[in-house]
């Protein structure tokens, strides 16, 4: 799968449902569905999965935090 995110590993590795998850996340189930299927969760929503299931910010955002170890 090329858009092995952060979000989509912690849904296959708990047996969620896109819906499922989002119930946890407090988040729609196409919000997450879409979530899951891109390289890099957009930082806003990587915020609200971080809080609620304790995803590192890291890897939802790695871009974010390779950047600011570069300057």
């Known amino acids: 799968m090329k858009n092995d995110n952060a ?3 912690y849904r ?3 047996q969620l449902s896109y819906a499922a998850l989002g119930r946890l ?3 729609s189930r196409l ?3 879409r979530h899951c299927k891109v390289d890099e969760v957009p930082k806003a929503a990587a915020v ?3 809080a ?3 995803i590192p910010m890291e890897e939802l ?3 974010a935090y390779t950047n ?3 300057s």
């Open 68 to 70: 600011e170890s570069k």
């Open 31 to 33: 919000d997450v569905s």
């Open 48 to 50: 609200d999965y971080h």
């Open 52 to 54: 609620k299931l304790l």
């Open 25 to 27: 996340a407090g988040k």
């Open 61 to 63: 955002c790695p871009s």
């Open 12 to 14: 296959l590795k708990h």
């Open 7 to 9: 979000l989509e590993r």
